[in-house]
């Protein structure tokens, strides 16, 4: 099998964690309607807000190293 180019593994991984991300999100969403206990709704805001801050990351490195969202 030909070695994969550092480029290509880059667009993956960072494509992926994006992807990943954006379902943590969704999770996230999905139960916070459900949950009643006001703590765990506030751990569930800031698990979002983390995700959030993530993925902004993630995607000012994609454009600083010239990756595209796939």
Do not use: C, G, P, V
Request: charge should be positive; charged fraction near 40%; avoid cysteine.
């Amino acid at each position: 099998m030909d070695k994969l180019s550092q480029e290509y593994m880059l667009n993956i991984m960072f494509n992926e964690s994006i992807d990943r991300e954006q379902l943590l999100l969704k999770k996230y969403d999905d139960i916070f309607d459900k949950i009643k206990d006001k703590e765990i709704k506030n751990m569930l805001k800031e698990f979002s807000k983390n995700s959030r801050e993530h993925i902004d990351i993630l995607k000012d490195k994609m454009i600083a190293l010239n990756i595209k969202k796939t």
